[in-house]
């Protein structure tokens, strides 16, 4: 295990209803992400908090909503949703998201998002 | 425009045979560029990083090569096993700002 946690692992959503995803990290780390991942795509970061204040929102549409209550849990609550939206997100964290040095980001496993 | 090319899409070989990805990126200057495995179902893990002076770096049966005047990197693998099967995923972070550059991987294929 990474120490990086997501739940649910797998949803299925239809596009009039409200979800939640949680990911919880035991790392001590600084610096939290949302990625969105598609089939043969590159990983496209959604969010960034450093020390619970977003600092990267890249263009996400508002039926995406983060939240980060503190430093080891981040929320991506989800609403009206479209099919094009299923994808893999994947949460991941690392020490300190503004070091250029080079910081690894460790990984959870991902929430499989399908939506109807 | 910042972008990370890999090739192939994806490769099938026999368990035991070595194989080789590649990674060609346009990101300049940048700061380091690391190599992650993708298990079906699981996060990347990383595997090796590489700053810009680094020509090569192992880490067990894998090999991360790094050509800046090129701007290619490779990964090889070697004696595949049958746990190598997985995405193998090269990402780039720039030195100008801390967002990183991400390949779309090469899905390596291991068969018995």
Known sequence: ?116 | KNQVEQSPQSLIILEGKNCTLQCNYTVSPFSNLRWYKQDTGRGPVSLTIMTFSENTKSNGRYTATLDADTKQSSLHITASQLSDSASYICVVRPRSNYQLIWGAGTKLIIKP
């Open chain 1, 1 to 116: 295990e990474t120490g990086v946690t997501q739940t649910p692992r797998h949803l299925v959503m239809g596009m009039t209803n409200k979800k939640s995803l949680k990911c919880e990290q035991h790392l001590g780390h600084n610096a939290m992400y949302w990625y969105k991942q598609s089939a043969k795509k590159p990983l496209e970061l959604m969010f960034v908090y450093n020390f619970k204040e977003q600092t990267e929102n890249n263009s996400v549409p508002s039926r995406f909503s983060p939240e980060c209550p503190n430093s080891s849990h981040l929320f991506l609550h989800l609403h009206t949703l479209q099919p094009e939206d299923s994808a893999l997100y994947l949460c991941a964290s690392s020490q300190d998201g503004i070091a250029p040095g080079g910081t690894e980001a460790f990984f959870g496993q991902g929430t499989r998002l399908t939506v109807v």
